[in-house]
């Protein structure tokens, strides 16, 4: 089924987009960064974005990417926000980059939420298969789920948080420390952290005969692995979606992967996955997004999920 997904976050509000800007509340602190996708024009006044804005980006005139922030007076750079969804309770860090990010990516709300359901529902069965159940509920079969170009964390935590062994894998290491620092503000443990390449770990996974009940994927459009390996989407993609239809069990599993290269539509992701894996039980597909507070709809990013 194809959707538009505009999850609920009280931590977070797009105030206002347009002229290839947007003007985000991230708990305590408004920001303002470029967005190539908002081509309308603004709602609100400059004067009204510079008022409210805490910290704006301003793009290197040598790279489309970098750059660098310039707080107000007493704007903390780093700061914390939360997010509940049934039994979840996360808490992440937040931080200023010189790739105009912030440590998380809000419009993926709707895919946490999607993956706590999901282990949690996979938990329970687990532990119904021990017989353990019928004994009060300790410790199952804990699903085992893999999370690749896992970024901060906030898939490792929605999936860890519902009960499942979760494997995170990403190829920067202060990346991959600060989804540990979230998991711990998040009062949790147990994740299995993995700085190497997202490709060449799930190729050895194969080889090992690995399985895994879930699988979560956020590639970029273009990266380097932890010894240089090159990483490009259109190129690679295919192959990494063969190695995880080995790898994902062929009954109770899921698969999420999402695309934000502008041109990427989902229906190029279910073609793609539906290659590699064959036509799957239930499926969702189409577009994330969030809204102004003019209405305006602002697409960010693709996603598809499958369930076995």
């Known amino acids: ?172 290491k202060p990346v991959v420390s600060w989804a540990g620092e979230n998991m711990t503000l998040s009062g949790l443990s147990g994740v299995r952290w993995i700085v190497e390449d997202a490709l060449r770990f799930v190729r050895r996974e194969v080889r090992r005969g690995r399985r895994y009940r879930g699988i979560m994927l956020d590639p970029p459009a273009y990266g380097r692995g932890a010894n240089g390996e090159k990483w490009v989407l259109e190129d690679n993609l295919c192959e990494m979606l063969e190695c995880c239809a080995q790898l994902l069990e062929p009954e109770d599993s899921f698969l999420v992967l999402n695309l934000y290269s502008m041109g990427l539509s989902s229906t190029l992701a279910r073609t793609a996955v539906h290659q590699a894996f064959g036509a799957p039980a239930g499926e969702q597909w189409g577009e994330l997004c969030f809204e102004d507070r003019a209405g305006k709809q602002l697409p960010l990013g693709t996603y598809y999920r499958m369930m076995r």
């Open 1 to 172: 089924m194809q959707e538009l997904l505009m999850p609920r976050f009280a931590d977070y509000e797009l105030i206002d987009t347009g002229d290839f800007e947007r003007l985000e509340r991230f708990g305590a602190h408004v920001t303002r960064r470029p967005e190539p996708q908002a081509v309308w024009r603004r709602s609100l006044p400059e004067e009204e974005w510079r008022r409210l804005a805490d910290a704006s980006f301003l793009r290197d005139g040598r790279s489309e990417e970098r750059g660098e922030w310039h707080l107000r007076r007493g704007v903390a750079d780093r700061w914390t926000i939360d997010y509940a969804y049934g039994g979840m309770s996360l808490r992440m860090r937040l931080g200023f980059t010189s790739f105009k990010h912030v440590g998380i990516f809000p419009e993926q709300a709707a895919n946490w939420e999607f993956i706590y359901d999901r282990c949690a529902a996979l938990a329970a069965k687990g532990r119904a298969r021990s017989g353990d159940a019928e004994r009060g509920g300790a410790a199952g079969e804990a699903p085992r789920v893999l999370n690749l170009f896992a970024y901060t964390g906030g898939a490792t935590l929605a999936a860890r948080a519902a009960g499942a062994d979760v494997t995170h894998v990403d190829s920067v």
